[in-house]
């Protein structure tokens, strides 16, 4: 049945991107949403029948499932300093001043990450044109263009939580949300609360369908001013946060601060520029500057 819904999904995917009638584009949206929402509710019903393990159940469940490695970036210096790269199963909060280049960096990451598996972008910042700038300039290779998938639209926190289940259903691992700013809720919630209510959930879909979710976030003017580092909004972020990093612009020069760091609890602070961004680049050896972590 799931895999009969998985294909019916599939097949109104193709549908709507070819229907040119705006009524029948809205009528194919609508049934696939509508699939979506049955395929979410199934796989949640699978979910729930396997909760409440005993130790020796968890213990057997965890064994089971394969062996991953840790992920690579194509990113040196952000390699070496995780020991590796990334595992799976993370929610990794990315904040910094405005034209620190965060979307620039993160861009880079999954491009260079879907060399070798699907990533998805959901891209709420920039209109599709400037995008697709941002996206030449990288010169992308054939695999590039067809793994890495690109969403512009799913900004609603609970349709964005359904999508990534959806995606991570299919085996996906990395995605990247920009930013937290533009995620909305339909709660009436004061802004503190919707912000640490988004954080929550967003922590919590990491661990459960163990994938890596990277949040552009931002940091408030004071804090900027005083160097401190810190995520605007709910102080429930960096407790949610598997990963803590801020992207500090120093004259030209970058540094990339990790404030916690529940993988290895290893922190550090490493100078980056767009040459660190390429995944051709050699092994460069990681310098750890604690003092400069606040």
């Known amino acids: 049945m799931m895999e009969q819904l998985k294909k019916e999904i ?4 193709i549908k709507a991107s070819k229907e040119t009638d705006i009524n029948l584009i809205i009528k194919a949206q609508k049934s696939l949403y509508k699939k ?3 395929l979410l509710d199934m796989i949640h019903q ?10 020796r159940e968890l213990i057997a469940k965890v064994q089971a499932m394969p062996t991953l490695p840790k992920f690579e970036t194509g990113m040196c210096k952000i390699d070496a300093a995780f020991l590796g790269g990334f ?7 990315l904040a910094g001043e405005s034209g620190a280049g965060k979307t620039t960096l993160l861009i ?3 491009a260079n990450l879907s060399e070798g598996r699907k990533t998805v972008f959901f891209n709420f910042e920039m209109g599709d044109k400037l995008f697709v700038k941002k996206l030449k300039e990288l010169k992308l290779n054939d695999a590039q263009l067809d793994n890495l998938i690109i969403d512009s639209s799913t900004n609603n926190i609970d349709n ?16 990247a949300i920009d930013s937290k700013m533009k995620i909305t809720t339909t709660t009436g ?26 949040l552009i976030n931002q940091m408030n003017e004071q804090d900027i001013k005083d160097k401190r580092l810190a995520f605007k909004g709910s102080g429930d972020q960096k407790y949610d946060s598997d990963i803590a990093l801020f992207l500090v612009k120093e004259d030209e020069q970058r540094k990339l601060i990790c404030t916690k760091n529940r ?10 520029d767009l040459a660190d961004y390429s995944s051709n680049g050699g092994m460069i050896e990681t310098t750890y500057e604690m003092a400069n972590v606040l």
């Open 10 to 13: 599939f097949e109104l995917k």
């Open 36 to 38: 979506k929402l049955e």
């Open 46 to 55: 699978t979910e729930e029948a396997r909760a409440g393990l005993t130790a």
């Open 87 to 93: 595992e799976t199963g993370l929610f990794i909060n």
């Open 108 to 110: 880079n990451m999954l």
């Open 160 to 175: 964005l939580i359904m999508e990534i289940e959806l995606y991570a259903e299919e085996g996906i691992k990395f995605f």
């Open 189 to 214: 919630d004061k802004e503190y609360q919707q912000i640490s209510n988004m954080s929550k959930e967003l922590a919590r879909l990491s661990a459960r369908k163990d994938v890596v979710i990277f």
């Open 263 to 272: 993988m290895n609890d290893r922190l550090f602070s490493i100078d980056l």
